[in-house]
């Protein structure tokens, strides 16, 4: 997901000489080709994310087309402050790109884990959060920010998550994916957890299941219709994130089925309210903290087949 941010922003650059990009003493052999083509374009400005997050308002009101980068907590917690009065308060054109979404820097520990900043960002009025599932949605996300005259954050992952997209034509902000259409359970995913969803929407089909998948990378402003729509078509709703049970997707779609009285079985998948003990890849903290596909689909066929007993009888 990174190398798809830096080569769309690199490429998008190119042809836009307003186009800024501040980092927080990040990128080293990452900006490198972006800092030699664009020298005058790119800041790095040091463990000062609060500053980095005032210069990005500063050049936005200059007339600039700001991106900022940095690892999520850095990029959203260690300066909220400064993006609640700088950016938001004053509705202004900046995008704040975080990487390492969830639990992809494992072996970091606790204080690189972002497990809250979903919940935290889309607090904020005027902010937009996308969080993309896959290098294809990053691109396309990144894409679409230009024309999007709003603060956005946009959550990445960290490595080399793989494609789930083959061909993705239709992408706007604000409008959920179905990956595959289904009539019994609708998994709706967000951010680089959709290739586990995707295996395990498979693995789900093969026990002759049907099965809807959504990618929703726009958790603000939220595809409310298409829920509904799902509420509407399928007997279960399942949601899917990396990221806190309180305050994430599974929020939102809550709230989106309580405010319709909506009378469907609905579960949220996602990580419980409190700090991960643990350390390492994050395949391993995925198994360890209930998100790997294994834990996916048992999760929702224990979940499934309590409403099917309950329905026969």
Same mark, same amino acid.
């Given at each position: 997901m990174?190398t798809?941010f830096?080569?769309?922003?690199?490429?998008?650059?190119?042809?836009?000489? =307003?186009?800024?990009?501040?980092?927080? =003493?990040?990128?080293?052999?990452?900006?490198?080709?972006?800092?030699?083509?664009?020298?005058?374009?790119?800041? *790095?400005?040091?463990v000062?994310?609060?500053?980095?997050?005032?210069?990005?308002?500063?050049?936005?009101?200059?007339?600039?087309k700001?991106?900022?980068?940095?690892?999520?907590?850095?990029?959203?917690?260690?300066?909220?402050?400064?993006?609640?009065?700088?950016?938001?308060?004053?509705?202004?054109?900046?995008?704040?790109?975080?990487?390492?979404?969830?639990?992809?820097?494992?072996?970091?520990?606790?204080?690189?884990?972002?497990?809250?900043?979903?919940?935290?960002?889309?607090?904020?009025?005027?902010?937009?959060?996308?969080?993309?599932?896959?290098?294809?949605?990053?691109?396309l996300?990144?894409? $679409?920010?230009?024309?999007?005259?709003?603060?956005?954050?946009?959550?990445?992952g960290?490595?080399?998550?793989?494609?789930?997209?083959?061909?993705?034509?239709?992408?706007?902000?604000?409008?959920?994916?179905?990956?595959?259409?289904?009539? =019994?359970?609708?998994?709706?995913?967000?951010?680089?957890?959709?290739?586990?969803?995707k295996?395990?929407?498979?693995?789900?089909? $093969?026990?002759?299941?049907?099965?809807?998948?959504?990618?929703?990378?726009?958790?603000?402003?939220?595809?409310?219709?298409?829920?509904i729509?799902?509420?509407?078509?399928?007997?279960?709703?399942?949601?899917?994130?990396?990221?806190?049970?309180?305050?994430g997707?599974?929020?939102?779609?809550?709230?989106?089925?309580?405010?319709?009285?909506?009378?469907?079985?609905?579960?949220?998948?996602?990580?419980?309210?409190?700090?991960?003990?643990?350390?390492?890849?994050?395949e391993?903290?995925?198994?360890?903290?209930?998100?790997?596909? =294994? *834990?996916i689909?048992?999760?929702?066929?224990?979940?499934?087949?309590?409403?099917?007993?309950?329905n026969? *009888?």
């Amino acid at each position: 997901m990174r190398t798809a941010f830096i080569n769309t922003i690199t490429e998008l650059a190119r042809k836009d000489k =307003d186009i800024f990009l501040l980092t927080g =003493d990040l990128g080293f052999s990452f900006f490198e080709n972006f800092k030699k083509e664009f020298p005058d374009r790119f800041f *790095n400005i040091g463990v000062a994310e609060a500053n980095m997050v005032g210069i990005a308002a500063g050049l936005t009101l200059s007339g600039k087309k700001v991106f900022i980068y940095s690892i999520v907590p850095f990029a959203t917690m260690r300066c909220f402050e400064q993006i609640r009065n700088d950016i938001c308060y004053q509705n202004l054109d900046v995008k704040i790109i975080g990487v390492g979404g969830g639990l992809c820097y494992g072996s970091a520990g606790m204080t690189h884990y972002s497990i809250e900043d979903i919940a935290i960002m889309r607090s904020l009025p005027n902010m937009t959060v996308i969080c993309p599932g896959d290098p294809t949605e990053v691109k396309l996300s990144v894409r $679409s920010s230009l024309n999007y005259k709003a603060p956005i954050y946009i959550r990445l992952g960290k490595g080399n998550e793989p494609k789930v997209h083959s061909n993705l034509k239709n992408f706007s902000i604000g409008k959920g994916i179905i990956i595959n259409n289904g009539k =019994d359970i609708t998994i709706i995913s967000t951010g680089n957890i959709l290739y586990n969803a995707k295996r395990a929407s498979d693995l789900l089909k $093969s026990k002759n299941i049907s099965i809807r998948l959504i990618s929703m990378h726009t958790i603000k402003p939220i595809d409310k219709d298409l829920v509904i729509k799902a509420v509407r078509e399928t007997k279960a709703i399942f949601t899917i994130e990396e990221h806190s049970l309180i305050g994430g997707l599974g929020s939102v779609v809550s709230e989106i089925i309580a405010e319709e009285g909506a009378n469907i079985c609905f579960k949220r998948i996602a990580l419980s309210d409190a700090y991960p003990r643990d350390i390492g890849s994050q395949e391993y903290l995925r198994m360890r903290l209930g998100l790997s596909v =294994d *834990n996916i689909v048992r999760n929702i066929l224990r979940k499934y087949k309590s409403i099917q007993k309950y329905n026969a *009888n």
